[in-house]
Every structure is written in C-alpha cells, then in structure tokens.
C-alpha cells in the first residue's frame, strides 16, 4: 500500500506559516517501518483543491489530509471531498454527539457546521476538543492543528491500521564515488535496475571540497547485498574509487 500525505492551507504556499506535518509524518511512519510515497502541499483555493483531491482520491493509497476541515470561508476540504466523492454533506450523527459532548449548552448551529460531513464517513476522535475528523474509504482527513491532528494520526494507524507495518526497505547500502561522474555509470545504473526491479536505486552528486556520487540501494537484504556485488564488481573493473557504508 503506497502512502501519501496532503498539506493544505494558503498560509503555507504564502510562507506566513512552516509546514511541521511532513517531517512528524516521516518519523511516525518509520518506527512502524513505513514511509511516504508521495506528498502535496495545496492551497485553499477550490479548483485547486478539488483537482487534487480528484487525483488522489482514485487510487487505493492512504492518504493522511491536514488542513481545511473547519467552519469558516476558506476552509474547504469536507466541501471538496463530498463532491469528488459524488455524495452529499450531511450532519453526521457521532459527529454532532461528540461536539455536544464536548460544548453542552453552548453548542450552537455555527459550531455544527463542523459535523457536517460526506456521508459514508466515519469518524476520527479529536482528544483536544472532540470536534472529530473524519474518514472516507483510505482517506483520513484531519484538522491542521498539530496538536489535534498529530494524534488522531496515530489513532488512525494503531486502530485502523494495526498490521500495516514493515512496509519500507529493509536495508540500505551506499558507494561513496570520489573519480567519476555519473555519465560514467549509467550503464552499469540501468544493469542493476532492469535485473532487481525490487531496489529503489539513487544517484546524489555531491559537491564541495571533495565532490562524490553517493549511489544508493534499497530493498531486501538478499536483493541489496547480491546486487551491490555486482555493483562493486563492475566498478572495479572501470578502476573507479568507492568507498561503502550499510545502514
């Protein structure tokens, strides 16, 4: 299952505000051996918005979404969601229990707003103040608070996602290149991907003092380790220096 995250809010694109959600999401995932396929960041405005969520919400990937969900004009994701969904937004009855719950008598028809959602969803606990996030299908769409979403992130995960888990390549080994360029590789690149369609190959230039080409694989320990003695073999063989690092 790929995993994808979409980061919504004109205050991020404008720069009045840093993204916090990518590098939390990243670190997250990794301890229950998980990582991002993709990310967006998208404004509020609605043609935007709804072009995105068009694409995303085709595939069978999970899709954490921040941002949007609230009351006011410029929030705009429940709204979006239901239309490229094909559904109506309607009051959801756990949703207005919780904010209920949560108000009592100072519950009032503006704050219901936010229990409005696509109808077939379900509901993501808030523990902050119980105005809930809500799921549709693989896509769980959440608050851009931290503070609020960041565990109802994990909520999602521990209790609807349990097993998902081991998902990322198990190891990681690298050639540090320090007498070559990458044109002089490409052959020997394209020989490792087309035989180990399973390894994630990179090729970074560093530049500097000591400029190198870090050349990475990732993937199974069987995969990595046969393929880089390939890799190792063939270099030598151009006379090239490396040096190697595991992870």
């Known amino acids: 299952m790929n995993i994808g995250a979409v980061i919504i809010g004109d205050e991020l694109l404008s720069g009045k505000r840093q993204d916090k959600h990518f590098a939390h999401i ?3 995932l990794a301890q229950r051996g998980l990582e991002l396929s993709w990310t967006i960041i998208v404004g509020d405005e609605p043609d935007q918005l709804e072009r995105f969520l068009r694409f995303t919400m085709a595939t069978d990937d999970l899709v954490f979404s921040f941002g949007g969900i609230g ?10 969601a239901a239309r490229v969904a094909g559904v109506e937004l309607l009051p959801h009855q756990e949703a207005i229990a919780e904010i209920e719950a949560q108000f009592g008598k100072s519950t009032n028809p503006k704050r219901l707003l936010m229990a409005e959602l696509p109808v077939g969803s379900r509901i993501i606990p808030n523990p902050v103040n119980r105005v809930p996030g809500f799921s549709l299908n693989h896509h769980h769409f959440m608050p851009g608070f931290p503070e609020m979403s960041w565990p109802m992130f994990e909520w999602v995960l521990d209790n609807l996602y349990p097993d998902l888990k081991n998902l990322a390549p198990e190891v990681e080994q690298t050639l540090y290149i320090t007498n070559s360029r990458e044109s002089d590789l490409l052959e020997i690149m394209t020989k490792i991907v087309n035989d180990y369609p399973a390894i994630r190959l990179s090729s970074l230039p560093r530049m500097g003092k000591k400029p190198c080409i870090e050349l990475s694989l990732r ?29």
Do not use: F, Y
Request: aromatic share 2%; charged share 25%.
């Open 26 to 28: 990243q670190k997250k």
């Open 71 to 80: 009351a006011t004009p410029d929030d705009r994701t429940r709204q979006t």
């Open 219 to 247: 993937g199974s320990l069987t995969d990595v380790e046969t393929a880089m003695n390939e890799l190792i073999t063939a270099i030598d063989v151009l006379q090239i220096d490396w040096t190697h690092h595991a992870i």
